[in-house]
C-alpha cells in the first residue's frame, strides 16, 4: 500500500460533495493525514459587443467562497482540515494544487451527468482522473430514493 499522507478533497459546496467529503476524512483519518478541502471559483467573463473577453474579480462572490469554505470542517477534531481558494478552470485549478502540494490522494465527487449534459458541462472529475500526478478516488453520491410505494392519496384500498 502507498503511503497517504496529504489528500485532497475539491468541493463545489453542492450536496452531492458530502458523501466524497465524508469519504476523505475517513481515509485522512485513518491513514493520520492531513486533508485539504479545495474549491475553485471560475473567472467571470464579460463580453464587449466587439467580442472582446476581459476577465474581472468578483470580490463578493470570493467572500462568499471563502466563508462557505471555511465552514467545511471535520467532525473528528483529529482531522486536520486546510483551506484553499483558487480561481480558474476548475479542472486545471485542482491539478496545480495535486501537483504543488504534493498530493497522495485526490477523492472528489461526481454529478453523474451523462449524454448531452456531459458533453455541454465537461467533466471536472474525468479530467483530473486523466491529468492527476496521484491516484484519485471518486465518490458517486446516491440519487434520492424513490418512493416504494404511492402516497396515501394514491393508494386504491383494498377489500
Same mark, same amino acid.
Request: hydrophobic content about 45%.
Given at each position: 500500500?502507498?503511503? *497517504? %499522507?496529504? @489528500? @485532497?478533497?475539491?468541493?463545489?459546496?453542492?450536496?452531492?460533495?458530502?458523501?466524497?467529503? !465524508?469519504?476523505?476524512? !475517513?481515509?485522512?483519518?485513518?491513514?493520520?493525514?492531513? /486533508? /485539504? &478541502? =479545495?474549491?475553485?471559483?471560475?473567472?467571470?467573463? &464579460?463580453? !464587449?459587443?466587439?467580442?472582446?473577453?476581459?476577465?474581472?474579480?468578483?470580490?463578493?462572490?470570493?467572500?462568499?467562497? %471563502?466563508?462557505?469554505?471555511?465552514?467545511?470542517?471535520?467532525?473528528?477534531?483529529?482531522?486536520? =482540515?486546510?483551506?484553499? /481558494?483558487?480561481?480558474?478552470?476548475?479542472?486545471?485549478? @485542482?491539478?496545480?494544487?495535486?501537483?504543488?502540494?504534493?498530493?497522495?490522494? *485526490?477523492?472528489?465527487?461526481?454529478?453523474?451527468?451523462?449524454?448531452?449534459?456531459?458533453?455541454?458541462?465537461?467533466?471536472?472529475?474525468?479530467?483530473?482522473? %486523466?491529468?492527476?500526478?496521484?491516484? &484519485? /478516488?471518486?465518490?458517486?453520491?446516491?440519487?434520492?430514493?424513490?418512493?416504494?410505494?404511492?402516497?396515501?392519496?394514491? %393508494?386504491?384500498?383494498?377489500?
Amino acid at each position: 500500500m502507498f503511503p *497517504i %499522507r496529504k @489528500i @485532497i478533497h475539491p468541493t463545489d459546496f453542492s450536496e452531492r460533495s458530502a458523501p466524497a467529503f !465524508a469519504t476523505a476524512c !475517513a481515509l485522512a483519518r485513518d491513514y493520520g493525514a492531513d /486533508l /485539504l &478541502v =479545495v474549491h475553485v471559483l471560475p473567472p467571470a467573463l &464579460v463580453v !464587449a459587443p466587439n467580442g472582446a473577453a476581459t476577465v474581472l474579480d468578483q470580490p463578493a462572490d470570493v467572500d462568499e467562497a %471563502r466563508r462557505q469554505l471555511e465552514q467545511i470542517t471535520a467532525s473528528d477534531p483529529y482531522i486536520a =482540515v486546510g483551506h484553499r /481558494l483558487a480561481q480558474g478552470n476548475p479542472a486545471e485549478e @485542482i491539478l496545480k494544487v495535486a501537483q504543488s502540494l504534493p498530493a497522495d490522494l *485526490i477523492v472528489l465527487g461526481t454529478h453523474g451527468w451523462t449524454g448531452l449534459a456531459r458533453l455541454l458541462m465537461g467533466s471536472v472529475a474525468e479530467t483530473v482522473m %486523466r491529468k492527476a500526478p496521484c491516484p &484519485v /478516488l471518486t465518490v458517486k453520491a446516491p440519487f434520492p430514493a424513490e418512493q416504494s410505494a404511492p402516497p396515501a392519496a394514491h %393508494r386504491v384500498a383494498a377489500g
